[in-house]
């Protein structure tokens, strides 16, 4: 069993991501660069947080013309588990594997804190440890974690239970007021129809290890572990 991190230059959460992948649950980890095109053996595929691309002048482009991106597609087209935290969910907008895209946060600025997020589907690979009446403590860090889709889009999306996570306060409850990154609806993660690629600003890496003080985040991770 063999889990591969993806990273785009500018990627920052890739050692954190190995160091739970290797330390906290004894896996087997291989790096894979975004100019590479093989990702033979690979079982489940994260790409971390971070600034896709940093440095270009062109992101999405940079993004769409990294030769990885039609291997990546056809890894989740396959079935295979293609996961997306942080600026990673944004690299699954942009490519359609996931519905919607992320804009910059409504406050215009850079947010990096814990915050709340509840599982609005507790039937995913992802969290089936989780329960709906719980509110998970989860760090964010991002510029672009305002999620946003038409509203026929979210019709859908609700009907077919493509929601993970919603911005929720410390008692679960929804409300605006709480919706940190000003995201439609709330919604902080999604996947596809299929339930097989999974896009999350949160970042539960930073929540594994018990120096951070929380470890909220192993919920998801321990999820998707039964799974293997």
Known sequence: ?????LIFPGAHGDKELGRVL?????????YIWNRETDLNGIDVLFIPGGFPCKGSSSSSKCIEESPVIESMIDFAERGKIL???GNGFRVLCETGLVPGSLRMNQS?????????VKPDNEDTLVTRKLSNDVAYRIPIATG???YAAREETLVQ???KEQILFRYCDESARISEGINVTGAVDNIAGVCNVKKNVFGMIPQPERAVLPYGGNMDGKFIFDSLMEYF
């Open 1 to 5: 069993m063999t889990f591969g991190i």
């Open 144 to 146: 672009y974690g305002r």
């Open 22 to 30: 290797e330390g906290v649950y004894d896996k087997k980890v291989k």
């Open 108 to 116: 215009q600025r850079f947010i990096c804190r814990n915050t709340f």
């Open 83 to 85: 996961i997306g935290i």
């Open 157 to 159: 999306m609700r009907y």
